[in-house]
C-alpha cells in the first residue's frame, strides 16, 4: 500500500504564498505521474495540477495557472506545490495523489492513491 503524506498547509493572508510537499513510500516513484487536487468546503474534489514522471510536463487548472508551479525530486520522492498570489477562493483541504501511469492526467479516478490532505485557509 502507497503512502503519500502531505505537508506544508496553513493560513495566509490574501496575496501571500504556501509551498506543499508530498512524500511517497512508493519505491518506483520516479516512474509514475503524480497529480494535486483541492476540496472547498461543501463542493467536489476538483483537480489542481498534474505533472509527468520526469516532470518536464505539467498541467494546471485555469483557475491556478500562473499562480501555482508543481514540481518534483524524483530522489527525494516528493512533489511539491508552490502557491503564490493566494486568494480566498484557494481555500480548500489539497490533495496529493499518485498514479500508476507515467502521463499527466486531470481525472480524479485515474489515481490510485491518495494523501489525508493538508488544510489551506487564505484570509481576506
Known amino acids: 500500500q502507497v503512502q503519500l503524506v502531505e505537508s506544508g498547509g496553513g493560513l495566509v493572508q490574501a496575496g501571500g504564498s504556501l509551498r506543499l510537499s508530498c512524500s511517497s513510500s512508493r519505491h518506483t516513484f520516479s516512474r509514475y505521474a503524480m497529480g494535486w487536487f483541492r476540496q472547498a468546503p461543501g463542493k467536489g474534489r476538483e483537480f489542481v495540477a498534474t505533472i509527468n514522471w520526469s516532470g518536464g510536463s505539467t498541467d494546471y487548472a485555469d483557475s491556478v495557472k500562473g499562480r501555482f508551479t508543481i514540481s518534483r525530486d524524483n530522489a527525494k520522492n516528493t512533489v511539491s506545490l508552490q502557491m503564490n498570489s493566494l486568494k480566498p477562493e484557494d481555500t480548500a483541504v489539497y490533495y496529493c495523489?499518485?498514479?500508476?501511469?507515467?502521463?499527466?492526467?486531470?481525472?480524479?479516478?485515474?489515481?490510485?492513491?491518495w494523501g489525508q490532505g493538508t488544510q489551506v485557509t487564505v484570509s481576506s
Open positions: 495523489a499518485g498514479r500508476r501511469v507515467a502521463f499527466m492526467n486531470r481525472m480524479e479516478y485515474e489515481y490510485d492513491s
